[in-house]
Each structure stands twice: as C-alpha cells, then as structure tokens.
Nanobody
Framework: QVQLAESGGGLVQPGGSLRLSCAAS????????IAWFRQAPGKERQGVGC????????YYADSVKGRFTIARDNVKNMVYLQMNSLEPDDTAVYYC?????????????????????????WGKGTLVTVSP
C-alpha cells in the first residue's frame, strides 16, 4: 500500500528555515517522481518543486527558486524539502506526492475544469506558518 507522510511543519519567523520530510512506504521512491505542493487558505494548490526519478532533474516554481531545495535519501525512502529565507507568503499546508513524471506538477494542464498535477498518491500535509 502506497503511503506518503509529511512532517516537520511548524511556526517560523520570516527569514528563518525549516526542513520538511516526506516518508514514503509501499514503494521505492527513487523510481518515481516526488513533488512538493502547497495550498494556502483560499488559494489553489501550487506545485513547489519536483524531483524526477532515478537521479533525474529537479524543478522548482519561480517563487521558491534559490530558496527551497528538494533532496532524497533513497536508503531511508525519504524526500526532504529544505526551505530557507522563508516569507509570510510561504505560509500554507505542504504536501508531498508521487507520480511517474514531473511533467505536469506545475498544474498547467486541466482535465475539464480541474487542474491536473500528474500525481497518483498524496500525503495528508503539514502546516507551515511564517509569522513574526
């Protein structure tokens, strides 16, 4: 049974750092794309970044490029999101998800009126609050 579990969220001051963890079980995460998403209250889910399978490329949204980094530990079957220079606009629930590729993680494709992210399994999320 495929499962993803996020942890590491919390309250942090602007300019601070936080590392989120995504524990994968029921599959070998190194063989699949792992993406991070976030959703702020009243806003659409946003793709933050995506790590391709088997040490392929990693992609980031423009809003986090240079501040956020995705790293994998294939031995532990874990994926991490290191977040630096956090800003109040980074406040959101953060999710990790897995799929075959990163192709659609940005959510630019729609199925009817529903945004399609190309991910098959999702975690339940962890809340990150950036506030003084």
């Amino acid at each position: 049974q495929v499962q993803l579990a996020e942890s590491g969220g919390g309250l942090v001051q602007p300019g601070g750092s936080l590392r989120l963890s995504c524990a994968a079980s029921g599959f070998s995460s190194e063989n699949y794309a792992i993406a991070w998403f976030r959703q702020a209250p009243g806003k659409e889910r946003q793709g933050v970044g995506c790590s391709s399978s088997n040490e392929g490329s990693t992609y980031y949204a423009d809003s986090v490029k240079g501040r956020f980094t995705i790293a994998r530990d294939n031995v532990k079957n874990m994926v991490y999101l290191q977040m630096n220079s956090l800003e109040p606009d980074d406040t959101a629930v953060y999710y990790c998800a897995t799929g075959e590729t990163c192709t659609y993680y940005s959510g630019s494709l729609y199925h009817g009126s529903t945004r399609y992210y190309g991910m098959d399994y999702w975690g339940k999320g962890t809340l990150v609050t950036v506030s003084p």
